[in-house]
C-alpha cells in the first residue's frame, strides 16, 4: 500500500509538473501577442505618457480606422485575398491530380519526377528571385498580381504533391479495384473514392498554404513595385514608415494582418490535428 501510494504521489507531481510547465510556455507564447492586442486598443498619448509597458489607461478602436482606411490596410488585405485565395485552390487542385497519378498509377519515372519535385523545394528561395524578377520582366507579367499568383502557385505544387502523394499511396488498392470493377473510370475514381478519403490532408494543406502564401513577403517584395498593388506584409512595413512613432497604429495593422490567418486555422484546426496524426501514423 505504500508503495503505491507513493507511485501515485509521484505520478500526481509528475503531471502537475507538466501542466506548470506548459502553462508557463503558453504563457510566455501569449504575452507578446498580448501586448500587441491590447496596444492596438491604446491611445498615442496613454502610450506616451506610460509607456508600451505601462498599464492601459484608455481604450479606443480609432487605430484600426487609422491603419485601415488611412495606412491602405483594406486594399492591400483585398490584394492579399486575391492572391491567396486562388493560389490556394488551384495549387490543391494540381497537386491532387498529380499525386493521384504518381500513386495509383506505374507512371515511367514517377520517382525521378517526385524527388525532382522534392529537391526544387530545397532550393533556397534567395538564390531565384533575380531570375524569377527578370521573368516575369521579360514575359510582361511584372508588377501585377498575376505574376505573384503564378510564382505561388509554381513553388507550392511541388511539396503539395509530395504530402498528397503519401496519403494518397496509403489508400488500400482494393478501394480502387472495387470501383473499377464498378465500372468506374480514372476521373471518377479520383474524384469521388480517393479525394474524399485524402480530406484530411486536404484540410491541413489549405490551413498551412494560406498562411504561408497569406503571410509571404519576400516573393511580393519581388515581383511587385506599386504600393497599391502589395499585400498586406508588404503594407505592413509601409504602415511602419508612415507612423513611425504611433505603435498603437502600428499594432492595430498587424492585428489586421493576423486576423486572417488565425481565423483559418481555427476554421480547420479540427481537420488540421487530423492530418497530422494520420501523416504520423503513416
Not at 253 to 262: F, K, L, M, Q, R
Request: hydrophobic share 55%; glycine share 8%.
Amino acid at each position: 500500500m505504500s508503495a503505491n501510494s507513493t507511485a501515485l504521489r509521484r505520478k500526481r507531481a509528475a503531471t502537475a509538473g507538466f501542466h506548470l510547465s506548459a502553462g508557463t510556455l503558453a504563457l510566455l507564447w501569449l504575452l507578446p501577442i498580448a501586448l500587441v492586442v491590447v496596444t492596438s486598443l491604446r491611445s498615442f498619448d496613454d502610450i506616451a505618457a506610460n509607456g508600451l509597458g505601462g498599464l492601459p489607461r484608455s481604450f479606443t478602436l480609432d487605430n484600426f480606422r487609422q491603419a485601415w482606411v488611412d495606412g491602405g490596410q483594406q486594399r492591400a488585405l483585398i490584394n492579399s485575398l486575391i492572391v491567396t485565395v486562388p493560389c490556394v485552390l488551384v495549387t490543391l487542385a494540381l497537386a491532387a491530380m498529380a499525386a493521384f497519378a504518381l500513386s495509383r498509377y506505374e507512371l515511367p519515372l514517377r520517382r525521378s519526377l517526385l524527388l525532382l519535385m522534392l529537391g526544387g523545394n530545397l532550393l533556397p528561395p534567395q538564390i531565384l528571385l533575380i531570375p524569377v524578377s527578370k521573368l516575369s520582366e521579360l514575359i510582361g507579367v511584372y508588377d501585377t498580381l498575376p505574376a505573384l499568383i503564378g510564382v505561388q502557385i509554381g513553388f507550392g505544387v511541388g511539396f503539395y504533391v509530395f504530402v498528397l502523394h503519401g496519403f494518397m499511396r496509403a489508400i488500400p488498392a482494393e478501394i480502387q479495384q472495387a470501383a473499377v470493377v464498378d465500372g468506374a473510370g480514372p476521373w471518377q475514381i479520383f474524384w469521388r473514392v480517393i479525394l474524399p478519403l485524402t480530406r484530411p490532408a486536404l484540410a491541413a494543406l489549405s490551413a498551412l498554404s494560406f498562411t504561408w502564401i497569406f503571410n509571404d513577403l519576400l516573393w511580393a517584395i519581388t515581383v511587385l513595385r506599386s504600393d497599391t498593388k502589395m499585400p498586406i506584409t508588404a503594407a505592413l512595413i509601409g504602415l511602419q514608415g508612415q507612423y513611425v512613432s504611433q505603435w498603437n497604429v502600428i499594432a492595430a495593422g498587424s492585428v489586421i494582418a493576423a486576423a486572417p490567418t488565425v481565423a483559418v486555422f481555427l476554421r480547420f484546426q479540427r481537420h488540421f490535428v487530423a492530418g497530422l496524426n494520420l501523416g504520423a501514423v503513416k
